[in-house]
């Protein structure tokens, strides 16, 4: 009867365990208001990419619209601000060239690496110090 009670009283612990853990873990606001960062930064990318590359009809891979068939994209934090990869592109006829930009904690942008080998975009490097292309 001892033996019965004390498995009893164990799986109740348990069990009450798992449920605190468990609870704890699904009300913690921390991995939603990382995600809302992560997803502000990668916007700030997204408008900051179109706008230095000067470029009206993109097509951006990046870690809200990931596509494997074309090569992984990440956002993570940095020192002080935010690092964000992925690809683009001009159209369909284009092929797909890799960047990666850094962002400040308020999301601007102060640097940014492409691979790239448009004409118009070596005359761009030389006008902002910020863009970097790479061959």
Do not use: C
């Amino acid at each position: 009867m001892n033996r019965r009670a004390g498995q009893w009283i164990f799986a109740l612990v348990v069990g009450l365990m798992t449920a605190v853990i468990a609870y704890r873990w699904i009300t913690d606001p921390g991995p939603r208001i990382e995600r809302a960062a992560e997803e502000a930064a990668v916007q700030a990318a997204r408008t900051s990419l179109a706008d230095t590359l000067g470029i009206p009809a993109l097509e951006i891979v990046d870690p809200l619209a990931p596509d494997r068939k074309v090569g992984k994209a990440y956002v993570f934090r940095s020192n002080d601000g935010w690092e964000v990869s992925g690809h683009y592109r001009r159209g369909e006829s284009d092929s797909w060239h890799p960047f990666l930009m850094a962002l400040d904690g308020e999301l601007m942008m102060t640097g940014l690496k492409v691979k790239d080998a448009d004409a118009a975009l070596a005359e761009r490097e030389k006008d902002d110090a910020r863009l970097d292309i790479v061959e």
